[in-house]
Each structure stands twice: as C-alpha cells, then as structure tokens.
C-alpha cells in the first residue's frame, strides 16, 4: 500500500509546481512570490489590527504583493465571519454587516502559502442625530430656508425628516417663533394669523443641539394704500398708482422742486423698506405713505469728519461712513465737525439720510451748535436743536431719512453720538458695534404763517423708532418697556407770538390690524412745562382717525406731549410685547368761538 501512495504523491508535487511555474512565468523562468501585505490607507495594518464604527459601512484595504521575475501580483481577500464583515465582488472593498470581530485574511493567487492577515473589530453604531430638515408637504427642500406665504392661504403643511443613526429616537418638537403670525398645528399644518415673519424650528429629541429652522414671511396680497406728498408712485408700467400688492416694483417720482431748492430723499412711514437711488422699491404690502423731502443744497456746503477716532470716519462725495466696535452704550462718545456755512441762519430744518449696513438697531443722537465745537457750544453757546438734541433708532439695514427742526440761528457744529445716548444708570451698560453712513445733508425753511403755530416735533424715548417729517411724526415699535419714558414732544415754537387756545387736533393712523394702542395727552403752558390739560384714551386698531382735544380755559401752549403705550410703574414689572406702527400728522390749534 506504501509503494502505491508514494507515486501519487509525486505526482501531486509535480503538478503544484506546474501551476506555480504557470502562475509565475513561462518556460520555466526562475521567479516566486516573497511576501504579502495588507494595507489600510497606503499603511501595513499589522498585527495591531484596525478597529472601525459599522456607520462607516464600506471601506477599501489594498495587497501588496512582491514577487520575483515574471510572478503575479493578484490576491484574494477573505473574512472568517461573513456576518460581520464580508468582501464585495470587486475583492478588495469590506462590508460591514454587524459589530464583532472577523479575521481578514490575503492569499497570493501565485502561491497560496504566502498570505498576511489581521483581526478586523467592528464597533456598535453610537446612537446618534445627523440631521434635521423642514421640507415641504412633499417632501421637498424650500429654498434658502425661507418661505413667503400669502395670508389668504390660511395654511399649509410642512414635513420634518429626523436622519439618525444606531438606536436614536427620530422624534422632534416644531414651533412657531410668534404665535401671533403662525401656529403649529396637527400633522404640522401651519396656521397663519397676521402678516410678519416668524421663525419655525424643528428641534431633534434625541439631541436638542441639532435643528433647522424655516423663516417664514407671512404678507397680505391684497392692495394696499400707498400716499406720496411732494411726488407720485409709479408701478411698471409707469401708471401712477394710489394702491399696490405684495412684492410689487414700485417707483417713487418727485414732483419738481420749487426754485432754489432740490429734492434729498425719501420720507417713509408705515413700512420699513429700502427706496434704491432710482427711486424703485420692492412693495412691503401695507398701507405706507411716502414724502419727498427737498432741500437747499448749495454747491459750496459740504461736511467732513476728522478722521480716526473711534468711529473711523470715510468722507466721500456727499457721504461719511462710520465704523466702530466695543462703544459703550453709557459713554459720552461722539464724533463732531465744524461748519462753516452762514446761510445756515436762514434756515430752520437739517434733513438728513442714515443707512445702517450694521446687524443690529443703531441709536443716534444728533446736536446742532451754534459754537464751532460741542464743547464749546455746551460752555458758552446753545444748541440749537434742543438739549437733548435729534434722537432716533434705525433698524438694522434700513435706510431713511430724517428732518431735524432747529431754532433759526447759524449752525457751526454737527455733533453725532452714535450708541452711546444712554445715560440712565439704572440701564445695564452695553458694547456696541455697528456701521452706518450719513448722506444727503441739506439746510432748508419750512415757513409758517406768522399766526400759525410753528411745530417741532422731537423724541428722547428709546422705545420707539422715531421720524419726524414735515407735517409730524410716525413711531415704531415691538416692545412697550416698563419704567422707560415713551414720550414725543410737539415743540411750538413761536407760542409767545400767538394768543390763546383751547383745542387742539391731529390725525393718527394705526397701522396695525390687531394692536391697539394707548396714548396720554399732555397740553403745557409755557417752557417751565405748567400743565393745562391731560386726558388719555386708545388708537384702535387699524384706524385712521382725526383726534380733538379741548379744556376749559384758554392759554398759550408751547409744547404737547403724546405718551404713547408709556408705562412707568414700579420695578419688577415685565416688558410687553407691542406691535406698535403710527403715523401723526395734521396738527393745529384753535380757539373755540
């Protein structure tokens, strides 16, 4: 039996080295497989072995072969438990199935015998929230994020997709930012209420730190008023137009400018829009009115700020722009310039045009001297704008312009404080940055009849967002703040050159369809601020109405304080949110017969 086995042990010897000699060359040539080696990113992997997450699914190993003379370089990869990891039909990419340990292994395809391995050790999937979307009913992805929505719509639904991995929950909560625009309902229908913009937010259960959030702008398609004094609005087919809708081009023309005088800019109220330099703007659709603002403008005036300082002043032609970081809020920070311009005298209203290219509301309190400097003003001169100067607020990037009224007199001085105008101490101190730009400055005459009164209207409060225009005033404002004066004050002027009166009437329109406000009326007889008369009531939501106030016995006034929503009461008490958007105008005073 031993002598027949021998032969067919040689046999099988011979025929393995035939197949080796076949695999590794012809004609016998000398050559043979050295060595094998798996690599994981270009590195041997060794016997240290490679640990990987199952999430990762796939990844590639490579083999070297090395070999001598004319010698394949092939090898085949296997794993010694399928179920955790297994190798695709290309042969050198791993599967990942579930978490344990396999052993991969490489065999050289011309010499079985040379082969490396290792130990591959899958790890579990740590639960975890990749993502979180709001898409349409659809399942779509909304543009940008946003989504503008006519009112009369109602409603519509959006879906939230949870991508997560290993064993995380894929629940997540949807809110509305303000209830009052838009309400989370079942199945996520979205109800809409009011126009404005609220802020719909996905939050993941599983992991609160990721969300998405929708920014959704709610607008009324319907037409809306549009009046324009000192001009006209045109839509794009250049008809002049009383009304317009949502998303509408609209172009404001000035009428031609009386003799002497030129036009500056636009006046807006009852919108925050941005008016380009054509006069084109995209319409907010909201009854707004537009008043061309003209002034004189002579060839020879023009302003420049010294440079550096705090708030690093850019003079352009017919521009200064102002750039600042870490201003205090209770500093006295300003940046002034002289002026050198005698037919200043002449005049009694500064307008003038603010951009804020900054993220944030920006505070500013401008100061008109009759003294070349601030300092100097305040040490043996007069402001000739009021103590407390021009004060306002504008929005992060809005654009507008003002009208500052001052008592006739050469004006030397601008003097702008720029986040810096609260000095209350009881108000925490804050760092402000911003960037605005100044342009559009021009000097000009409002005339009044000698027997008429002569208003100024001004505002210290820094709750509303303030513009005075010529025929009043309008305010803005989202937030009625406890214990904060919100107050304008209706200055006139010329009250020793007039007689007595007893009646008193302006015309207010609420521009919000839901908020009502409330006002306090105050009629003072004189500078010392003797009161006459005060009676208190609403502006009704939506309203335009003409108000008369009347008492008993005549007197001269010489200034009117409209409290609007003020509320000072005791500390503690929380502020409210306010949806506060009016326009004053048509004021007078009488004498009853």
């Not at 006739?408 to 003097?415: C, K, N």
């Amino acid at each position: 039996m031993k002598r027949k086995l021998l032969p067919l042990l040689l046999l099988s010897l011979l025929a393995a080295l035939f197949f080796a000699l076949a695999a590794c060359g012809e004609d016998g040539e000398p050559a043979s497989v050295q060595s094998v080696e798996i690599t994981y990113n270009g590195t041997a992997v060794g016997e240290d072995g490679l640990t990987v997450n199952l999430a990762r699914e796939a990844f590639a190993l490579d083999v070297n072969v090395q070999v001598t003379g004319d010698c394949s370089r092939e090898a085949t990869l296997s794993s010694s438990d399928t179920a955790v990891a297994s190798i695709s039909d290309t042969g050198k990419t791993m599967l990942l199935h579930a978490a344990g340990e396999t052993v991969i292994s490489a065999a050289a395809v011309a010499d079985a015998t040379k082969t490396d391995s290792f130990t591959l050790t899958v790890e579990p999937i740590e639960p975890e929230v990749v993502s979180v979307a709001i898409l349409n009913e659809n399942g779509e992805a909304f543009a940008g994020n946003t989504y503008t929505v006519d009112l009369a719509e109602e409603s519509f639904a959006v879906t939230v997709r949870v991508e997560v991995r290993g064993d995380m929950t894929q629940e997540y909560t949807l809110t509305s930012s303000d209830t009052e625009i838009a309400t989370v309902g079942e199945n996520n229908v979205i109800g809409l209420h009011k126009t404005g913009t609220a802020q719909l937010t996905a939050v993941a259960k599983g992991d609160e730190g990721v969300s998405a959030t929708l920014s959704l702008t709610v607008y009324d398609g319907t037409p809306h008023a549009i009046s324009v004094t000192g001009g006209t609005a045109q839509n794009a087919a250049g008809e002049t137009v009383t009304t317009a809708v949502y998303g509408e081009e609209i172009t404001l023309m000035p009428a031609a400018a009386e003799e002497g005088m030129e036009f500056v800019a636009w006046n807006l109220s009852g919108a925050s829009v941005t008016v380009g330099a054509d006069g084109k703007f995209v319409f907010p659709g909201t009854d707004m009115s537009a008043e061309a603002v003209f002034g004189y403008i002579p060839d020879n005036f023009a302003v420049s700020f010294p440079t550096g300082g705090d708030y690093n002043p850019v003079n352009t032609a017919g521009s200064i722009e102002f750039t600042y970081t870490a201003v205090g809020s209770h500093s006295w920070n300003n940046v002034g310039t002289s002026i050198s311009f005698p037919e200043t005298a002449q005049n009694n209203r500064f307008a003038f045009t603010l951009q804020n290219k900054g993220a944030e509301s920006v505070a500013i309190m401008l100061v008109l001297g009759d003294k070349a400097t601030l300092e100097e003003t305040d040490a043996s001169g007069n402001r000739l704008n009021g103590d407390n100067g021009y004060q306002l607020s504008i929005p992060a990037g809005r654009t507008a312009t003002y009208v500052s009224s001052y008592t006739p007199g050469e004006v030397r001085s601008l003097t702008l404080f720029i986040d810096s105008t609260e000095w209350d101490p009881s108000i925490p101190v804050t760092m402000r940055s911003g960037n605005i730009v100044l342009s559009n400055m021009a000097f000009f005459t409002e005339e009044t009849p000698a027997d008429e009164p002569a208003f100024r209207y001004m505002s210290e409060s820094n709750q509303y967002t303030f513009n005075a225009t010529q025929d009043g005033f309008s305010v803005q404002y989202t937030t009625t703040a406890w214990n904060t004066y919100a107050g304008v004050n209706i200055y006139v002027d010329n009250f020793a050159d007039l007689g007595n009166f007893d009646t008193l009437t302006f015309k207010v329109v609420n521009h919000s369809a839901t908020y009502t406000a409330n006002y306090t009326v105050q009629i003072l007889a004189d500078d010392a601020g003797t009161k006459i008369h005060e009676i208190g009531g609403t502006f009704a939501a939506g309203s335009d109405q003409t108000y008369t106030i009347e008492w008993d016995t005549a007197s001269p006034v010489a200034r009117i304080v409209i409290f609007i929503d003020d509320m000072w009461q005791p500390d503690g008490t929380q502020n409210v949110a306010a949806d506060g958007d009016l326009t004053f105008s048509a004021f007078g005073l009488s004498l009853s017969e």
